[in-house]
């Protein structure tokens, strides 16, 4: 057993996710934590929703609200989503709380007094019309480098370069259209060159990243420059140095504050559990945690934050960069194993886009839609390794024709012709098995090391993909054997044989299928008689803070129980009864439908 942690991107508070946003953060990391769990790892699964920064008092303006009470307003619909899809977070917390708050100052002391944080005075951008400060995720304009004509402030999403908004050209408040007013401010840099050759070093040694993901890191770090990890904000984690902590115009900038949000939210869990050191198992290079296993989930336009600015900033807490120093008092921390990102998801060939309406929020699926769909259509079909378009058609097709037609009618043809003939779990026949009954048993033990070796390298796709093979062996075995033809009493152990065989097999192919649909296979377990817990779900619990903050909601659970990732032999004579359908089969005419609310 290895302890590994789940670093799940933060999904920021200033509005509802929708189904893009999960599938490159949510159901991956799911998947991959719930068949650790089940093969016997010890996991640890955080996040949190990211809060601070000038878009949430952007909003909050616009809404007539406190930044406070926007971000309490959509960091519980966020959980109660994530909830809805059954991500089996340990915990799923926030950036709003005094532990956090406490964790982010404490990283931001280390690296300042090992010489990686620095004081440097430079341009800031704001609103003439306002005098506030513009973020630099709020100024767009051509990039000086590639040219691309709607570059951010702080990245060109076309070549992948850093940028300062300054350098600009035509730059433009993406608020209101104006051009901002460059002012002379003083701030902390991250000084990433002096933590490059560590970078360098640790990039160096990753092995099986996917290519695009390695390819990038590595060519970011030719020409790292300093970055700003303060603003001018009034909303955000207070700076902790003499003559700053009581200023109300500079804060920790945002995308500081939510990366370390991993490691806060590490420390509140262990807080939580009763044991406020057990984080370090995942998190402390010497000692416990110095075997960890530590993969991080998002989308490809997070991939300089967790494959170049989080090592740095562990790696300058830790005393390892260029100019040495020594770790602070949560001691050496480990660096990623790896960073599992994936592309965009497109919705019906245009780009997500709330304003626009090119959109559907999770929660508005999930009230019209299984989860399971869902999770299944991201599974085989989602931006694993490239940009992917979600379809209604699409997404009709894979219900219908995979999941009810191939997975849904497999689990209901064979336990239904059980119950009937049987009530129960048939015996095999003293006879013994078939070399075909032995070739299908073996197909479906053989996937318990295919699958589980693709999603332990994150090609969750093919992993899927296997499983379903396992499925359609199944379907076709039975269609071969046609059981239903065995009508004399004389052929009934031959029948009870067959059946057996392909309950067992469903039995496997619900264990391979249960880190993807993990509500139908709690379902599939109790058709087969089982009891307990198989797969086991999420929980939303109203916490205090743990250091006299406001109540807030989170998600956590009890993962210990469940099925393990191995065949379990069925149990002859547990009680059968007539199943009920596990997958709704959709109307065509949702196509339209949905293609008309899209388009309204």
């Given amino acids: 057993m290895s302890h590994v942690l789940a670093a799940v ?9 929708h189904i893009g946003h999960v599938s490159g953060f949510g159901v991956p990391s799911d998947v991959f934590s719930r068949y650790m769990r089940m093969a016997g790892h010890d996991v640890l699964m955080v996040s949190g929703t990211d809060e601070h920064g000038t878009p949430i008092q952007v909003q909050a303006d616009a809404e007539g609200l406190t930044p406070r009470e926007l971000a309490d307003r959509y960091n519980r619909v966020i959980v109660e989503d994530l909830h809805g899809l059954g991500l089996s977070y340990d915990l799923f917390t926030r950036t709003t709380t005094r532990n956090h708050y406490a964790v982010v100052q404490e990283l ?9 944080i620095v004081p440097k005075t430079t341009m800031g951008a704001i609103s003439p019309s306002t005098g506030r400060t513009l973020p630099d995720r709020y100024i767009e304009g051509t990039c000086p480098i590639c040219g691309y ?13 850093q940028l300062d908004p300054i350098d600009l050209i035509d730059p433009k408040s993406k608020i209101n259209g104006e051009t901002p007013k460059f002012v002379e401010t003083e701030h902390f840099f991250l000084d990433l060159p002096a933590l490059a050759d560590v970078l360098r070093q640790w990039l160096d040694t990753r092995e099986g990243w996917r290519p695009n993901v390695l390819r990038f890191s590595r060519n970011l770090l030719d020409d790292l420059q300093p970055r700003a990890i303060t603003r001018d904000l ?3 984690v207070p700076i902790p140095l003499d003559d700053w902590r009581e200023r109300t115009d500079k804060r920790i900038y945002v995308w500081f504050d939510a990366v370390i949000g991993y490691l806060s939210a590490s420390i509140e869990w262990a807080r939580r559990s009763g044991d406020p050191e057990a984080w370090r198992r995942w998190w402390s290079t010497d000692g416990a945690g110095k075997d960890a296993q530590a993969y991080y989930f998002m989308g490809k336009d997070n991939i300089v934050f967790h494959s170049v600015i989080w090592p ?12 040495d120093g020594e770790p602070g008092q949560l001691g050496r921390l480990n660096l990623p194993t790896e960073v599992v990102s994936s592309e965009f998801l497109t919705m019906e060939g245009r780009k997500f886009s709330s304003s626009r309406r090119v959109v559907i929020y999770v929660r508005d699926f999930l009230e019209r839609y299984d989860a399971d769909a869902l999770r ?3 599974a085989v079909a989602g931006p694993e ?13 894979r219900n219908n024709d995979e999941l009810v037609a191939g997975w849904g009618n497999l689990v209901n043809r064979s ?19 078939t070399e075909a009954d032995e070739a299908l048993l073996a197909v479906a033990r053989a996937g318990f090391t295919t699958v589980g070796d693709l999603i332990a390298r994150h090609r969750q796709k093919q992993a899927i993909g296997e499983a379903m093979k396992v499925v359609a062996e199944a379907n076709k075995y039975l269609s071969d054997q046609a059981p239903w033809k065995l009508k004399d009493e004389a052929d009934k152990p031959r029948m009870g044989t067959i059946l057996h065989v392909a309950l067992q097999v469903v039995s496997d192919a619900n264990t391979l299928l249960t880190p993807f649909l993990p509500h139908s296979a709690q379902k599939v377990h109790e058709l087969l008689g089982g009891t307990g817990v198989h797969a086991p779900m999420p929980v939303i619990e109203q916490v205090e803070d743990l250091d006299g903050g406001p109540a807030y909601p989170v998600l956590t659970g009890d993962y210990t129980q469940g099925a393990r990732w191995e065949s379990v032999p069925l149990a002859v004579g547990r009680p059968l009864a007539a199943p009920k359908p596990i997958f709704r089969k959709l109307d065509p005419s949702i196509v339209d439908e949905e293609l008309a609310r899209l388009d309204s």
Avoid: H
């Fill in 415 to 433: 336990i239904s012709m059980a119950a009937k003939n049987f009530g129960q779990i048939p015996a095999v026949d003293p006879n013994g098995l």
């Fill in 385 to 397: 390794s490239n940009d992917t378009d979600f379809t209604w058609a699409e997404f009709l097709r």
């Fill in 312 to 323: 740095a900033l562990l790696a300058g807490y830790s005393g390892e960069g260029s100019r």
């Fill in 149 to 161: 004509g709607s570059a951010r402030g702080d990245q060109c999403d076309n070549c992948g370069n």
């Fill in 234 to 236: 009034e909303w955000g």
């Fill in 376 to 378: 299944y259509f991201i």
């Fill in 108 to 116: 931001f002391e280390g690296m300042y007094r090992n010489g990686y």
């Fill in 9 to 17: 991107a933060w999904p920021y508070a200033n509005g509802p996710r």
